[in-house]
């Protein structure tokens, strides 16, 4: 992934950009020159968010910022936990009330005005949801903030979610679902909504798949990387997690952070974790409306997943896999650091992708017990609705919807295996987690590491206990849910590219849809005869 | 865990304007309403000061709400955690 920065003119006057890293990447801050967002790229197309709004859900926005008024959306803007329109910081108990401020400053601080740095989207307009800072979060609250406005905020960028104490299990209640349900079906003049989300801060200790927000199929879950390629000390596991930005630096060095604007007219060069990787993926999502704006909520999933990059991300402990279509995916960083450039290339020509179906595969209801030591192994073979209206042949996202106690749900292991052979980790040992009551009632654990693939085959689901005490528990329910397209989803697209992902995927597709009409054209051949 | 009891409520009305929901609230101790943007004739009852936790339910509020011939269906809005990251 390495390019000459040389290549791309970019003048910022702005006195923190050089910091901003996470930008362009020459090396600053003891990072690896050419580990960033690529958004050079795209500035230098010409895209850099117009007419795209995007909205921070968080503890209010600095919009006085002289770095931000400019670019503040006040129409688009409420404050929910005070009911007024002037979304406002404003004192809480923790003293801590700048984090949207840092948020809306990724994602579009103004270029070349001497002040701060410049946001990955500086021309794209942001708009304030305060909605964190009641002394507790409501149903209403949420589902509220998420629908507001959804003909005008194009992006809602989400930096919060339930506690990354490595215990809790929660999502969004009945009422925010719907919400994002209406979102996705009917904002943007029915292209939907786009709900950006960081995937979590709870460290080896935690699972984002244990984060219903996260780990919803309408939200893009985006994790953190640092500045020389490695993972941030706070990434969860998660199959979930769609790609990652750079957006921490490791290192004990000041400058490694985020510069960007931060409460009362100041700049930060401190912002980091995970917390920056919503507003900086949204950021880059604006470019690629920008260059397209028909795209749909899911066209830019499979935009993301296309040209995320490997780049030299590297993850100790969990290695690159390729799924059963050769997509390359890690259980940290999903398909790679969001690559700015390559998605506005690829969202130009795009052609949206086919409609999509729902099938249910399958599900096992008998209950069955788990012991230490001995791992249980359940099967679901299923022909993905073949032959009926809902048939799903080219996987997007799939649930495993999951009813399990356990004596202690933090020792439990859960894995899933596609029939094209790729294993997905849908829940990792939470060892603070000590649960014995609640367990996981018809929780709907998400992957999407086998997009792309053919779901037809069978599926295995593992379920054990990994711990130093013996444990038991009792599975009461699998039920397999698989969402995604009928016919293939990249072969109108243009390539440009003969070494991208796209070039892959589409050359997949033409083989196995001749395979399948030579197939059809024998059987059809031999029942004549 | 602890239930955390709030001022807020899902309110939904049989017809009415966002007018009619705001004097409703406001006839019912409400700071006011706001309608939600999808879902039919669906309100956000919330209070007038900064909102307080509580710890026993709200019954005379929810039951005179529920009473009132104009409203189809109150839901009392539980609080809980969530955490900037």
Known sequence: GYREISNFDVNMSDPLFTKQWYLINTGQADGTPGLDLNVAEAWTMGFTGKGVTIAIMDDGIDYLHPDLASNYNAE???????????PYPRYTDDWFNSHGTRCAGEV?????????????????????IRMLDQPFMTDIIEASSISHMPQVIDIYSA?????????????????TLQAMADGVNKGRGGKGSIYVWASGDGGSYDDCNCDGYASSMWTISINSAINDGRTALYDESCSSTLASTFSNGRKRNPEAGVATTDLYGNCTLRHS?????????????ALALEANPNLTWRDLQHLTV??????????EVHQWRRNGVGLEFNHLFGYGVLDAGGMVKLAREWKTVPERFHCVAGSVQETQKIQSGNKLVLSITTDACQGKDNFVRYLEHVQAVITINASRR???????????????ILLSRRPRDDDAKVGFDKWPFMTTHTWGE???????????????????????????????TQSAPYIDQVVRDYQSKLAMSKKEELEEELDEAVERSLKSLLSKN | EEVIFTEHFLVQLHEGTNEDAHQLAREHGFGSARKLPFGEGLFHFYPGEIPKSRRKRSLQQHRRLAKD???????PQEGFGRQKR
Not at chain 1, 111 to 121: D, L, R, T
Not at chain 1, 161 to 175: A, I, Q, S, Y
Not at chain 1, 275 to 284: I, R
Not at chain 2, 69 to 75: D, G, M, S, T
């Open chain 1, 410 to 424: 933090g020792d439990l292991n859960v894995n899933m295996t596609s029939p094209m052979g790729t294993k997905s």
């Open chain 1, 76 to 86: 688009a803007s409420f404050d929910f936990s005070s009911n007024d329109p002037f």
């Open chain 1, 273 to 285: 974790g995970t917390s920056a990787a919503a507003p900086e993926a949204a950021g880059v999502f």
């Open chain 2, 69 to 75: 011939h104009r409203v189809k269906n109150v839901f």
């Open chain 1, 108 to 128: 579009s601080a103004v270029s070349n005005n001497n002040i701060c740095g410049v946001g990955v989207a500086y021309n794209s307009k942001v708009a304030g």
């Open chain 1, 306 to 315: 296309l040209t995320s990059k490997r780049n030299k991300l590297h993850d």
């Open chain 1, 454 to 484: 053919d779901p037809r085959g069978t599926w295995l689901l593992e379920v054990g206990f990994q711990g130093e005490a013996p444990q038991s528990g009792v599975l009461k329910e699998w039920t397999l849910m698989l969402h995604g």
């Open chain 1, 159 to 175: 930096s919060w979610g339930p506690t990354d104490d490595g215990k809790t299990v929660d999502g969004p209640r009945e009422l």
